[in-house]
DNA sequence: TGGATTACATAAGCACGTGATATGACTTCC
DNA sequence: GGAAGTCATATCACGTGCTTATGTAATCCA
């Protein structure tokens, strides 16, 4: 399968983009989720990221530390954590996302229109597919 | 940009696919490299690989270590050292293909026949993306 | 020949991941 | 209602992969 090379290659570049002085994929991707879901527990979190229970608390452990969310108890569940972005996470976020926009622009500039065009038709089935990947069904 | 989230969405994707038990994307890039370009030196594989040059003769100290690649002198330059694949790095190399390409085909698989024929023509648009996220103009 | 440059290695440190295990809180069941 | 089990989270030991700063030879050149 070709699209097999293509991917990987994408996925190459698209880790070459990650500005360095900017959060990570994951981080971003936690805080985007408390961000549009509200606080969630530690556990329904890892989960839906694809990592461990550990490597959630780790980040959640990194992302208190640097102010961008906060860990609160839950009172139903002495157990449970609920963890919460703060308006520093989502400045994070935001400011994560323009970095990352302008990189990818300054690559699309370059396509021709008709390029442009595919890739842009092509979304709808690359999301699709993004989240056909994230469940090993 | 809408596109920008795709990407987002498909990198976490393509690394949700990435099995556990085979070697990295940076290993593998790097010893394809090697497959298709014969031995290179260590300073002319950090650049092309968007690493640092610490991180090359880590990446290497580790493929070494695992029987995937050697280190040679270069006759003409004692200094420099050649970095060549071996055939257990070559069968690393396959082995990780074949994995990925079974956690894109089962995705694949699950998508219409249109999705997949409407990623299928953007696949060249795509690797000229892939090409010029990769070369930070 | 001796100082600058080049190629690589080493060191210290951080992010991120894993599996195994500890700890304390809820739940269940006799 | 208390022992036993389960659940949520944390901690530990470890590995990869990345960075910057610096060390150490070998080569180049004025």
Known sequence: MNIVSTLDRLHAGLRRIAPRHEISLIAASTLARLERSGPQRLSDLHDPE???????????TRLERDGLATRGSDPADGRAVRVAVTDAGRAAVARRRGAHAEGVARAFRQLSAEERAIILTAVPALDRLSELLRTPD
């Open 50 to 60: 694809g990592v461990s229970q550990p490597a959630m608390t780790q980040l959640i």
